[in-house]
C-alpha cells in the first residue's frame, strides 16, 4: 500500500480533512475548530494520509504538551478501513510524537468502538479509566487510553 503522511499546512488541506471527519463521526470537529488548530503550531499537529492516486483518505490529529502526546482525532474514509490506513498514521504519530519529546500518548475512545479499540491495544495502549457521557450522538462513555515509554516500540 503506498501512502503519502504529510502535515496538514493549509486551508485546502483542512478541508480534506473535514470530508474524512464528517464520513466518520457523529459529532465531528468543525471548520472553525480544525482553522484554530492551524494557528496553533507547535502544539496541535494534523497529518494527511494519501493514496497513490493522491486522494486524502485519512488523517491524524495530535496536541503535544510538555512530555505528552495527545490524540484527538485519527480517521479513515470509510471504504479504506481495515487496509492498514490507520496503523500507519498511527505509528507515523507515536514516532513523530517521540520525535517532537513526547513520552506518553494518551486518547479517548468510545466503549463501542470495538476495531478503534483494538487498533490501540496493538499499538501498546491499555484502558486507564473512564470518562462517563463524554460522547453526544449518542450520548456514551469514553474509555481514556494511555500507552507508556514512547521511545521503545509497542
Not at 480544525?34 to 483518505?57: K, T, W
Not at 498511527?90 to 486518547?107: C, I, P, Q, S, Y
Not at 491495544?121 to 474509555?143: C, N
Request: net charge negative; aromatic share 10%; hydrophobic share 45%.
Amino acid at each position: 500500500m503506498a501512502l503519502v503522511i504529510e502535515p496538514v499546512k493549509s486551508v485546502a488541506q483542512i478541508d480534506e480533512v473535514l470530508a474524512i471527519e464528517e464520513a466518520s463521526f457523529t459529532n465531528p470537529w468543525t471548520r472553525e475548530m480544525y482553522l484554530a488548530e492551524l494557528a496553533n503550531p507547535g502544539v496541535s499537529y494534523c497529518f494527511v494520509a494519501h493514496d497513490a492516486e493522491a486522494r486524502p483518505i485519512g488523517f491524524c490529529s495530535f496536541w503535544r504538551v510538555l512530555d505528552e502526546l495527545h490524540i484527538n482525532n485519527l480517521a479513515v474514509v470509510p471504504e479504506r478501513r481495515r487496509s492498514g490506513v490507520a496503523s500507519a498514521l498511527l505509528m507515523f504519530v507515536l514516532d513523530e510524537g517521540a520525535r517532537l519529546g513526547a513520552k506518553r500518548a494518551t486518547l479517548e475512545v468510545r466503549r463501542s468502538n470495538d476495531p478503534a479499540r483494538y487498533l490501540y491495544e496493538r499499538f501498546g495502549f491499555t484502558v486507564a479509566g473512564v470518562r462517563r457521557g463524554y460522547y453526544t450522538r449518542p450520548v456514551e462513555d469514553a474509555l481514556v487510553l494511555w500507552r507508556e515509554d514512547l521511545g521503545t516500540p509497542a
